[in-house]
């Protein structure tokens, strides 16, 4: 008989499995009564369209800043609602309320037409079309450019393709080098044959990328989750939060096959923004022409973009003036944790108004 | 093929939550033998929670594989290296799954200051899960497997163009 630290009575824990079953039933059916809506929560207008790609403009909320408009630009993986989801929980919300004019390039869902598209026409055609779009609705040279994870590095692209076009760059939670040893989605998608894949896929499936997702950390983001849900059955609000995100979670886009193939070997496997060589649309992408202020942001506990593979976004570029803060916090908390409602659009409009 | 295209849908949330709450019983049933016992032998419990810890490992975009009367003469070769992949990575995860077992009979054996008493389930439940995350992010930076989740993502991918 070994000793242990188990001291769980018998008849207590019968009524707490009672009291869990209970709980599980109660959230199941509330959950059964929830609509959550369209996607996001800001009013918005269509500004242009391009392809599948929309950009959207948001309804002012405060008086004009005085500074650049603020293009968006988010990952073609999971859709960009995430930004905006609820109004207690947005990152647009908070930028509109310190008077930014706010546009967000939104990908779109890829079909099978779409199966050709390649980073040139993402970074380059449809990003470049938004960006003019914006510079000629509002007669500037340059606009502030905000990029999302995976959107970050394309942003980055765009800004050392066509620097005259950028006046400020601002990356949240954005992988720069792929190969830091805390990078787990890096090590498995090393190993990827992906040429095969998509030569036998198109598109590569959305949901697929979602497992992988899920994957990193399997039991956390499913057993524990949802095991959490008890605690929170005759909360509705809660109920209803949980349910946006389960929503989002599992809204994700096909990837454009020729797109996704290019961004797996040329980021993933072999590291080419830090390395040298990265080529989009015939044009060498070079970071050091990237010569904006910068204001890089990432999150403390990312367990999908790690901070150090954020953090060498210093000395990569051409850039005097480049900012890294650190949020306290995962990839999802940057979005949508209490305390970055308050933090992040604070540190950034105040660091594009220092600009 | 590669993917259940119902997730997300209110079927798929339903069936997800009924799974993992079973799920959650199912570590109280484990225990509950040795609980009634009083002084449990926590030692003897690693055997039992393999299984449960296998399950949650198993990546969720793993089809149920088709009968092999059911794959067409030509897809024969890729339904072979999808059998082989299936069983490499089943092993990987296995072997994850032990580690994890053992390594939460290890917690629950600890004493001390840094080793509160567990008085109620979901300590229990919280241990479980810190435990098996452990083990698997230890196993799951490795070549092994990664090497044997690529192959298995391969075989998929080969098997779907040969009997799409």
Known sequence: MSATRLALDPSRVGAE????????????????????????????????????????RYGRMAADAG???????????????????????????????????????????????????????????????????????????AVNLLGV??????????????????????????????????????????????????????????????????????????????????????????????????????????QAGAAFREFIRGFFQENRLVRGGLVIGGRAVDPRAVCCPILNIYAS?????PPSASRPLAGLTGSRDYTAFEFDGGHIGIYVSRSAQELLPRTIAQWLQER | MLTDQSRGSAAFLQRTLAD??????????????????????????????????????????????????NVGAGAGPAFLRWQGAARRFAGVTSAIAVDASRRFAAALGQTGPDAPPITTLAELHALWIDCGEAAYAEAAHGDDFAAAQAELLAALVELRAAAP
């Open chain 1, 301 to 305: 506990k990312d367990h999908l973009v």
């Open chain 1, 67 to 141: 500074l650049p408009p603020l293009v968006i630009c988010y990952a073609l993986v999971n859709r960009p609602y995430m930004l905006d989801l609820q109004p207690d929980r947005s990152l647009i919300r908070g930028l509109l309320a310190r008077g930014l004019d706010v546009y967000l390039v939104d990908w779109g869902y890829p079909d099978a037409s779409d199966s050709g598209l390649m980073l040139d026409d993402y970074v380059n055609r449809q990003l470049g079309a938004c960006i003019d779009h914006v510079r000629r609705a509002h007669g500037i040279a």
């Open chain 1, 149 to 254: 994870c995976q959107g970050g590095t394309m942003s980055i692209c765009h800004a050392a393709l066509h620097p005259e076009r950028v006046r400020n760059l601002v990356t949240m939670v954005t992988p720069v080098d792929f190969h830091t040893a805390e990078n787990l989605l890096s090590k498995w998608v090393r190993k990827l044959d992906v040429e095969r894949m998509v030569a036998a896929l198109g598109n590569v499936p959305g949901a697929l990328l979602n497992a992988a997702f899920i994957a990193l950390m399997p039991l956390r983001l499913t057993a524990q989750k949802y095991a959490g849900l008890a605690d929170i059955a005759e909360d509705r609000a809660a109920l209803e939060n949980f349910l946006r995100m389960e929503r989002w979670i599992h809204d994700s886009p096909d």
């Open chain 2, 20 to 69: 993992y709450a079973q799920g959650y019983a199912g570590l109280v049933a484990a225990l509950w033998g040795p609980m009634q016992s009083g002084k449990p032998d926590v030692s003897g419990l690693r055997e039992m929670l393999v299984e449960p810890y296998r399950r949650l490992f198993t990546p969720p975009f793993l089809p149920v594989p088709p009968a092999a009367a």
């Open chain 1, 17 to 56: 499995m009672a009291e869990f079953s209970r709980r599980m039933t109660r959230a199941l059916e509330q959950l059964a009564t929830i609509e959550t809506g369209g996607e996001g929560c800001s009013l918005r207008e269509e500004a242009l369209r391009h392809g599948k790609t929309v950009l959207w």
